[in-house]
């Protein structure tokens, strides 16, 4: 399966938590642009801003048999310029709404050129 094909059907076969945090980033919701199973490099991203290169990774139970794989993904991408954000699974399912304000913060900092993780 190409990478694009695998990419829409990633976006018709969303799990429950990735549904959660769509439903706050799309359209714009939190003021900067998000696409969702984004293809960059070899890689199919979760949620990807391209105006901030920033990455939120959706780490599921599957992700704990796979640290060496998004490892070396993560390294790829911080290569590539992009930053990564790693948010649990089970903290959408808790708290969609805080997840996305968290977002939001990193995403204001990142656009005023300061660090984008301090006090998150």
Request: glycine share 4%; net charge neutral; hydrophobic share 35%.
């Amino acid at each position: 399966m190409l990478r694009k094909e695998q990419a829409r059907h990633l976006r018709n076969h969303s799990t429950t938590p990735e549904v959660l945090l769509w439903n706050r980033l799309k359209r714009d919701q939190i003021g900067f642009q998000f696409r969702r199973q984004h293809c960059l490099g070899p890689y199919i991203l979760d949620f990807y801003c391209p105006s901030l290169r920033l990455y939120i990774e959706v780490d599921g139970q599957v992700h704990d048999l796979k640290t060496q794989s998004d490892n070396k993904r993560d390294a790829f991408l911080t290569e590539q310029g992009v930053t990564v954000m790693r948010i649990s699974a089970a903290s959408i399912l808790r708290n969609s709404s805080s997840v996305a304000e968290q977002i939001k913060e990193v995403c204001e900092r990142m656009s005023r050129g300061e660090e984008p993780f301090d006090d998150v």
